[in-house]
Protein backbone atom coordinates (compact mmCIF):
# COMPACT_ATOMS: atom_id res chain seq x y z
CA UNK A 1 0.00 0.00 0.00
CA UNK A 2 1.33 3.97 0.11
CA UNK A 3 3.92 4.97 2.38
CA UNK A 4 1.52 8.17 4.20
CA UNK A 5 4.77 9.06 6.07
CA UNK A 6 5.85 12.14 3.71
CA UNK A 7 2.39 13.28 3.76
CA UNK A 8 2.10 12.81 7.66
CA UNK A 9 5.62 15.25 7.47
CA UNK A 10 3.93 17.74 5.31
CA UNK A 11 0.97 17.99 7.13
CA UNK A 12 2.47 17.50 10.62
CA UNK A 13 -0.21 15.22 11.95
CA UNK A 14 0.66 11.85 12.54
CA UNK A 15 -1.66 9.42 12.84
CA UNK A 16 -2.06 6.71 15.77
CA UNK A 17 -4.65 4.47 13.32
CA UNK A 18 -2.42 4.51 10.30
CA UNK A 19 -5.90 2.53 8.71
CA UNK A 20 -7.54 5.73 9.24
CA UNK A 21 -5.63 7.29 7.47
CA UNK A 22 -5.72 5.10 4.69
CA UNK A 23 -9.53 4.79 4.06
CA UNK A 24 -9.71 8.97 4.02
CA UNK A 25 -7.65 8.30 0.29
CA UNK A 26 -9.66 4.94 -0.94
CA UNK A 27 -12.19 5.94 -3.85
CA UNK A 28 -15.19 3.96 -3.98
CA UNK A 29 -14.03 3.10 -7.70
CA UNK A 30 -10.91 1.45 -6.04
CA UNK A 31 -12.89 -0.77 -4.17
CA UNK A 32 -15.07 -1.69 -7.10
CA UNK A 33 -12.18 -3.01 -8.77
CA UNK A 34 -10.07 -4.87 -6.03
CA UNK A 35 -13.04 -6.44 -4.07
CA UNK A 36 -11.14 -8.72 -2.39
CA UNK A 37 -9.22 -6.52 -1.03
CA UNK A 38 -10.80 -6.24 2.24
CA UNK A 39 -10.44 -2.16 2.32
CA UNK A 40 -13.19 0.14 2.83
CA UNK A 41 -13.79 3.78 0.95
CA UNK A 42 -14.18 7.05 2.22
CA UNK A 43 -17.65 7.84 1.85
CA UNK A 44 -18.13 7.50 5.72
CA UNK A 45 -15.30 9.64 6.78
CA UNK A 46 -16.26 12.31 3.58
CA UNK A 47 -19.84 12.74 5.54
CA UNK A 48 -18.38 12.80 9.04
CA UNK A 49 -15.45 15.24 8.02
CA UNK A 50 -18.03 17.45 5.61
CA UNK A 51 -19.92 18.43 9.01
CA UNK A 52 -16.63 18.99 10.86
CA UNK A 53 -15.35 21.47 8.04
CA UNK A 54 -18.80 23.18 8.06
CA UNK A 55 -18.74 23.82 11.95
CA UNK A 56 -15.29 24.92 12.14
CA UNK A 57 -15.66 26.66 9.25
CA UNK A 58 -19.01 28.55 10.32
CA UNK A 59 -17.03 29.26 13.67
CA UNK A 60 -14.43 30.74 11.98
CA UNK A 61 -16.56 33.65 9.88
CA UNK A 62 -18.99 34.03 12.89
CA UNK A 63 -15.90 35.16 15.09
CA UNK A 64 -14.10 36.95 11.78
CA UNK A 65 -17.22 38.97 10.73
CA UNK A 66 -18.58 40.08 13.68
CA UNK A 67 -20.96 42.64 11.69
CA UNK A 68 -22.19 40.67 8.66
CA UNK A 69 -25.34 39.10 9.04
CA UNK A 70 -26.66 35.67 8.49
CA UNK A 71 -27.28 35.49 4.66
CA UNK A 72 -24.05 37.28 3.88
CA UNK A 73 -21.71 34.65 6.32
CA UNK A 74 -24.02 31.71 5.06
CA UNK A 75 -22.93 32.94 1.14
CA UNK A 76 -19.07 33.13 2.76
CA UNK A 77 -19.01 29.86 3.81
CA UNK A 78 -20.65 28.08 0.86
CA UNK A 79 -18.48 30.16 -1.53
CA UNK A 80 -15.39 28.55 1.11
CA UNK A 81 -16.51 25.43 1.09
CA UNK A 82 -17.02 24.58 -2.49
CA UNK A 83 -15.42 21.60 -4.34
CA UNK A 84 -13.52 24.14 -6.31
CA UNK A 85 -11.53 25.80 -3.36
CA UNK A 86 -11.53 22.53 -1.18
CA UNK A 87 -10.04 20.97 -4.80
CA UNK A 88 -7.51 23.30 -5.24
CA UNK A 89 -6.16 22.96 -1.18
CA UNK A 90 -6.27 19.58 -1.84
CA UNK A 91 -4.09 19.69 -5.00
CA UNK A 92 -1.86 22.14 -3.13
CA UNK A 93 -1.49 19.65 -0.65
CA UNK A 94 -0.61 16.87 -3.01
CA UNK A 95 -3.19 14.83 -2.23
CA UNK A 96 -3.46 13.30 -5.60
CA UNK A 97 -0.29 11.79 -4.89
CA UNK A 98 -1.84 9.34 -2.26
CA UNK A 99 -5.27 8.66 -4.20
CA UNK A 100 -6.33 5.08 -4.45
CA UNK A 101 -8.91 4.84 -7.83
CA UNK A 102 -9.98 2.36 -10.18
CA UNK A 103 -7.87 2.44 -13.37
CA UNK A 104 -10.62 4.41 -15.32
CA UNK A 105 -10.94 7.57 -12.08
CA UNK A 106 -7.06 7.18 -12.60
CA UNK A 107 -7.04 8.63 -16.42
CA UNK A 108 -9.77 11.07 -15.73
CA UNK A 109 -8.45 14.43 -14.67
CA UNK A 110 -9.62 18.07 -15.22
CA UNK A 111 -12.90 18.88 -12.91
CA UNK A 112 -13.47 15.48 -12.54
CA UNK A 113 -10.36 14.95 -10.45
CA UNK A 114 -10.89 17.67 -8.91
CA UNK A 115 -14.16 17.04 -7.27
CA UNK A 116 -12.78 13.51 -6.11
CA UNK A 117 -9.97 15.46 -4.46
CA UNK A 118 -12.53 17.47 -2.68
CA UNK A 119 -14.32 14.81 -1.23
CA UNK A 120 -10.75 13.31 0.10
CA UNK A 121 -10.04 16.45 1.65
CA UNK A 122 -13.58 16.01 3.25
CA UNK A 123 -12.65 12.57 4.41
CA UNK A 124 -9.25 13.27 4.93
CA UNK A 125 -10.83 15.82 7.59
CA UNK A 126 -13.15 13.46 9.25
CA UNK A 127 -10.16 10.86 9.66
CA UNK A 128 -8.27 13.74 11.67
CA UNK A 129 -11.20 14.62 14.11
CA UNK A 130 -11.65 10.69 15.04
CA UNK A 131 -7.87 9.89 15.49
CA UNK A 132 -6.50 13.49 16.75
CA UNK A 133 -9.96 15.08 17.77
CA UNK A 134 -11.72 18.96 16.91
CA UNK A 135 -8.68 20.69 17.57
CA UNK A 136 -5.79 18.98 16.01
CA UNK A 137 -9.18 19.17 12.59
CA UNK A 138 -9.66 22.84 13.21
CA UNK A 139 -6.02 23.51 13.29
CA UNK A 140 -5.72 22.02 9.99
CA UNK A 141 -8.49 23.10 8.60
CA UNK A 142 -7.27 26.55 9.68
CA UNK A 143 -3.68 26.12 7.96
CA UNK A 144 -5.21 25.23 4.61
CA UNK A 145 -8.50 26.87 3.88
CA UNK A 146 -9.07 29.76 6.23
CA UNK A 147 -6.35 31.80 4.13
CA UNK A 148 -9.11 31.91 1.20
CA UNK A 149 -11.85 33.70 2.40
CA UNK A 150 -9.87 37.17 2.28
CA UNK A 151 -9.70 36.66 -1.40
CA UNK A 152 -12.99 35.68 -1.72
CA UNK A 153 -14.55 38.22 0.03
CA UNK A 154 -12.44 40.62 -1.78
CA UNK A 155 -13.21 39.06 -5.06
CA UNK A 156 -17.42 38.97 -4.18
CA UNK A 157 -16.98 35.74 -4.70
CA UNK A 158 -19.42 34.52 -2.36
CA UNK A 159 -22.05 36.25 -4.67
CA UNK A 160 -25.13 33.56 -5.92
CA UNK A 161 -23.65 32.97 -9.00
CA UNK A 162 -26.78 31.96 -11.11
CA UNK A 163 -28.47 35.46 -10.23
CA UNK A 164 -25.52 37.45 -11.26
CA UNK A 165 -25.07 35.63 -13.86
CA UNK A 166 -28.56 35.91 -14.65
CA UNK A 167 -28.18 39.68 -14.47
CA UNK A 168 -25.08 40.09 -16.73
CA UNK A 169 -26.56 38.06 -19.60
CA UNK A 170 -29.80 39.94 -19.37
CA UNK A 171 -27.88 43.20 -19.62
CA UNK A 172 -25.31 42.36 -21.99
CA UNK A 173 -26.70 39.94 -24.29
CA UNK A 174 -30.82 40.15 -23.35
CA UNK A 175 -30.65 36.53 -22.70
CA UNK A 176 -31.88 33.97 -19.81
CA UNK A 177 -29.67 31.19 -19.12
CA UNK A 178 -30.72 27.61 -19.03
CA UNK A 179 -28.99 24.81 -17.71
CA UNK A 180 -29.38 20.61 -18.57
CA UNK A 181 -27.91 17.78 -16.11
CA UNK A 182 -25.49 16.47 -18.83
CA UNK A 183 -24.35 13.71 -16.87
CA UNK A 184 -25.81 11.79 -13.51
CA UNK A 185 -23.74 9.00 -11.69
CA UNK A 186 -23.57 7.46 -8.02
CA UNK A 187 -25.57 5.97 -5.77
CA UNK A 188 -28.51 7.84 -4.30
CA UNK A 189 -26.89 8.68 -0.95
CA UNK A 190 -23.94 10.39 -3.00
CA UNK A 191 -25.14 11.22 -6.59
CA UNK A 192 -22.81 13.51 -8.48
CA UNK A 193 -24.48 16.01 -11.31
CA UNK A 194 -22.79 17.80 -14.14
CA UNK A 195 -24.78 20.11 -15.74
CA UNK A 196 -23.95 22.41 -18.57
CA UNK A 197 -25.56 26.54 -18.54
CA UNK A 198 -26.34 27.33 -21.95
CA UNK A 199 -27.07 30.91 -23.79
CA UNK A 200 -29.83 29.92 -26.06
CA UNK A 201 -28.14 27.05 -27.66
CA UNK A 202 -25.01 27.42 -27.38
CA UNK A 203 -23.02 25.83 -23.77
CA UNK A 204 -20.88 27.87 -21.71
CA UNK A 205 -19.68 26.03 -19.39
CA UNK A 206 -20.09 23.46 -16.99
CA UNK A 207 -20.14 22.50 -13.27
CA UNK A 208 -20.58 19.90 -11.14
CA UNK A 209 -21.84 18.77 -7.50
CA UNK A 210 -23.83 16.51 -5.05
CA UNK A 211 -26.72 18.25 -5.95
CA UNK A 212 -28.20 19.92 -9.38
CA UNK A 213 -28.46 23.22 -7.67
CA UNK A 214 -24.76 22.69 -6.10
CA UNK A 215 -24.29 21.70 -10.01
CA UNK A 216 -25.16 24.93 -11.28
CA UNK A 217 -23.87 27.16 -9.53
CA UNK A 218 -20.26 25.68 -10.33
CA UNK A 219 -21.44 25.99 -14.10
CA UNK A 220 -22.57 29.88 -13.48
CA UNK A 221 -20.02 30.50 -11.65
CA UNK A 222 -17.49 28.92 -14.36
CA UNK A 223 -19.46 30.81 -16.98
CA UNK A 224 -18.78 33.74 -15.43
CA UNK A 225 -15.08 33.44 -14.99
CA UNK A 226 -15.51 32.38 -19.25
CA UNK A 227 -17.64 35.32 -19.97
CA UNK A 228 -14.96 37.61 -17.59
CA UNK A 229 -17.78 38.98 -15.74
CA UNK A 230 -16.76 38.51 -12.37
CA UNK A 231 -16.09 42.51 -11.17
Given at each position: MIDFSLFEQKTNIFFNNKKLLEQAFIHRSYIN???????????RLEFLGDAVLELIVTDYLYNKYPDQNEGDLTAYRSALVNAVIIGEVAQELQMNEYLLLSKGEAKDIGKARSYI???????????????????KAKEFIAR????????????????????????????????????????????????????????????????????????????????????????
Open positions: ENSGSKLSHNELANTYEAYVGAVYLDQGYDTLFGKIDTIVAKKLWRDSKSLIQEKSQEYLSITPSYKVLHEAGPDHDKHFTVGIFFSEEKIAEGKGHSKQEAEQSAARNALEVRDWLD
